[in-house]
């Protein structure tokens, strides 16, 4: 089945061998985030940030933002996936540098243009990094406006939910909007129903997760009047403990209720999970099946950030 991910990170996707090889090369030392089996390692969801940063300070330089491309989309496309959003942050691809980012996109930019010959298209999501507080987040989003148009076509706040408000990133999503950006946002993940509504006065069409909304009939119901898409990760939320197992997960139900949700991996190998998986694990637990995907992926189409003709390939 053709498959439409909206929600992958980067630097999330790595590797844990690719993140090792590189480290090797740079003789640096990353022995405290993997386990005796060679896996991303961590206790808890402030753990798993961690991990996640120490494994991606060993990226330095556009070469191996293009390498981690390549081997991103090949891995994406192996599980069927056609198009690919990914979520990148320039605070890591030299520091929100306008200068430096330009140099880490052109060589992305490269990789996702060879790959889309190939049969998977992709494009890139500013990611600002909710914890790293709404200053460094404005310089991420003047790297994502300078450079919108070609490969970078969103923005989408990541990070720490419980830090800080969506109000508080209101300056870099104006500045993303004007740009012609389009705008999504990690949101009712960690924090509940409130955590949406506020995400919701940024004039985002997506929501990165969103799964609490079903905490509150009222926000579902608004949710589905509106057509905000949901990029659901139902395999992230429970690896990372939000559920406890995938029939408790809430996809069904908000789907159920008219919401717009769509099925995306995270950060997949720190949850042990791919495309495939996701749809194995959907059909077993509510019965889904292809008439379920292929709305769930029209969804997806209409919701991507790219341009029309990718939208007709996609549909
Ligand atoms: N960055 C990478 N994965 C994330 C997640 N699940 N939530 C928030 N920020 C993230
Ligand atoms: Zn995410």
Redesign the pocket.
Known sequence: MKKIEL?L?LEGAAPPGFIRGLAAEKHQDLSGIFDADGNYTYRDFKDFLRVYEAATSVLQGPRDYARLLEEVLENAAEHGVIHAEL?VSPEFCGGADLHAWKDHLAAMEEVAQRMGRQGISSHAIVTPIRHFGPERARKSAICAAETSGGWVTGLGL?GAEDVGRPQDFAWSYDCAREAGLGLTI?AGEWCGPQSIRDALTLGVTRI?HGVRAIEDPALVRDLAEREITLEC?PGSNIALGIYTDWPSHPIARLADAGVRVTVST?DPPFFHTDMTREYERLSSAFGWAETEFTQMNLWAADAAFCNDSTKTRLR
């Open positions: 929600h990170h979520f990541g990690h990165g990760c995270d």
